[in-house]
């Protein structure tokens, strides 16, 4: 699976869009991007997934730039209990487990 | 989506000993993991585990260490054995269809060894 890399920490306004990058140029062209969050104590929770097309779901968007080389996760109005760990993970179709990197550390500010 | 029940959710043991931790899916999935969060850290996939099979091991982890069962398609163990201090982490269960990519996870099992 491609490695990828995201900020260590980002901080945001609340209500404004959060806007979180993750870079993966070595992407294969059948590795999707996922994008998972954990909040504080609690196990990882599933946010979006896309290939090449924009996503957008109830709870983000997913920018994925032609080349495929990055994408950006979109939070369109953040809220405090947006808090938490980001992690941008790029796999390939199958049976296999996601490999988590650091992921970006999003706090939402008052 | 799959709702992942996982018991105990935390325990406090001593060196030597072993604890089992269970994983309960509320629907048939095709794929179930484990996984081990240390201290401040980013989770690490320990195994997959295989219903009917022997469990596939990450590197770094043995089968003797972590004995993982799977006997059908919505329940697993792991077993930490022989536990030392260092063993003391989160330890989260996580299923999901093969079709779909997406995972779910448990609220994961805190294990504190002294």
């Known amino acids: 699976d491609a490695k990828t890399t995201q900020p260590p920490s980002m901080d945001c306004a609340e209500g404004r869009a959060a806007n979180l990058p993750c870079n993966h140029s070595t992407i294969s062209g059948n590795e999707y991007v996922y994008w998972y969050r954990q909040i504080h104590s609690q196990g990882p929770q599933y946010i979006i997934h896309g290939l090449k097309n924009n996503e957008t779901n109830e709870m983000a968007s997913l920018i994925i730039t032609e080349d495929r080389k990055s994408s950006t996760l979109i939070l369109p109005h953040a809220t405090l209990r947006d808090t938490a760990v980001y992690y941008c993970i790029v796999k390939g179709g199958g049976a296999d487990g996601l490999t988590f990197g650091k992921g970006t550390h999003l706090i939402i500010q008052p | 989506s799959a709702v992942i029940s996982q018991k105990p959710s935390r325990d406090i043991c001593q060196r030597g000993t072993s604890l089992t931790i269970q994983c309960q899916v509320d629907s048939q999935v095709t794929m179930m993991f484990w996984y081990r969060q240390q201290p401040g850290q980013s989770l690490t996939l320990i195994a997959t585990?295989?219903?009917?099979?022997?469990?596939?091991?990450e590197s770094g982890f043995v089968i003797d260490k972590f004995p993982i069962s799977r006997p059908n398609l919505t329940f697993s163990t792991l077993t930490v054995s022989n536990m030392s201090p260092e063993d003391s982490s989160i330890y989260l269960c996580?299923?999901?269809?093969?079709?779909?990519?997406?995972?779910?996870f448990g609220e994961g099992s805190r294990l504190t060894v002294l």
């Open positions: 996580s299923a999901g269809h093969s079709n779909t990519g997406e995972l779910f």
């Open positions: 585990a295989n219903q009917g099979s022997e469990a596939t091991y």
